[in-house]
């Protein structure tokens, strides 16, 4: 059963002392869009790990082809590196990624208590009517399918839940309200 619209899950899940914060979810699902507005009520650097897709991935996915494992490794790994790695002590960064698979969280987190990840989980009717939507970017809603297909949903040890079938600020509320601990 999912939470109410407002609320966020986050039982079993240590939220403090969290430094990163990685927003993740299927195309579509609000991470850019939520994660710009959690960085400026968190007082947080943002980075949308689409930006960090080498060229030949993002051509794999304007031409409707899904990337691979082979294919997210390098940029897994650069993002850890140039992102996640180099957000100096003391400073707070919200990472927009999908983050699909436990084994891309995993790699991500590396052995870092202080990296929280944020499931963004919503309807695939919802998700597809956003993405009908959405103009001018290189995903196109044809990969939703596969997407929902590779994701492996994050149990309540491993992130925090928050449904999205709510306004994007809505959304922010319940991130903002979990990363707190208020349920």
Known sequence: MNPPLSAATNAGIDVFPARVL?????????????????????????????????????????????????????WLARLRRDVIEATPPGRRMVLACSALKKRYRDLLRGGDRDVLFVYLEGSLSLIAERLAGRSGHYMPPDLLASQMATLEVPGPREA?????????????????????GKP
């Open 22 to 74: 990685v927003l993740m979810g299927v195309s579509g699902s609000g991470k850019t869009l939520v994660g710009q507005e959690v960085a400026r009520r968190w007082e947080a650097s943002f980075e949308d790990a689409d930006h960090w897709h080498a060229p030949e991935a993002v051509a794999k996915m304007s031409a409707k082809i899904p990337l691979t494992d082979e294919d997210r490794a390098p």
């Open 160 to 180: 925090i839940t928050v449904s999205i079938d709510q306004p994007p600020d809505a959304v922010a509320d319940a991130v903002m309200a979990a990363i707190h």
